[in-house]
C-alpha cells in the first residue's frame, strides 16, 4: 500500500515562509512526476508546482519567484518552500506523485491527505 504523508502546514503572517514535505511509503518501485496543488475554499484544486525525476521544474504563474519545490529521490520526498506569502496563498496543499509499485508496472497517481497553510494579513 503506498501512502503520501504531508507535513509542515500552518499559520503564518504575510510576508512569513513555511516548508512542506511530501514523503511517499510503501512498495514502491519508482516515482515519477511529483508535486503540489492547492485548493481554497469554493475554488478549484490548482496546480502550484511539479518537478520530475530528473530535476525539471514548473510553476504556476502566481507563485514564480516565491515558491520552490525540490526533492530528495533517496527519500522519495518532495519540499515545497514558500517564500514571501500572501493572504491569496491561503488554501489546503496537496501533495500528489506518480508512483509504480508492484505487481504494475505503470505510474498511478496518488494523492496525500492535504495540509493547511493559512496566511493572515
Known amino acids: 500500500q503506498v501512502q503520501l504523508a504531508e507535513s509542515g502546514g500552518g499559520l503564518v503572517q504575510a510576508g512569513g515562509s513555511l516548508r512542506l514535505s511530501c514523503a511517499a511509503s510503501?512498495?514502491?518501485?519508482?516515482?515519477?512526476?511529483m508535486g503540489w496543488y492547492r485548493q481554497a475554499p469554493g475554488k478549484q484544486r490548482e496546480l502550484v508546482a511539479r518537478?520530475?525525476?530528473?530535476?525539471?521544474?514548473n510553476y504556476a504563474d502566481s507563485v514564480k519567484g516565491r515558491f520552490t519545490i525540490s526533492r530528495d529521490n533517496a527519500k522519495n520526498t518532495v519540499y515545497l518552500q514558500m517564500n514571501s506569502l500572501k493572504p491569496e496563498d491561503t488554501a489546503a496543499y496537496y501533495c500528489?506523485?506518480?508512483?509504480?509499485?508492484?505487481?504494475?508496472?505503470?505510474?498511478?497517481?496518488?494523492w496525500g491527505q492535504g495540509t493547511q497553510v493559512t496566511v493572515s494579513s
Open positions: 518537478i520530475t525525476s530528473g530535476g525539471t521544474t
Open positions: 500528489n506523485a506518480d508512483i509504480a509499485s508492484p505487481p504494475r508496472v505503470v505510474f498511478v497517481p496518488y
Open positions: 510503501g512498495n514502491i518501485v519508482s516515482i515519477d512526476l
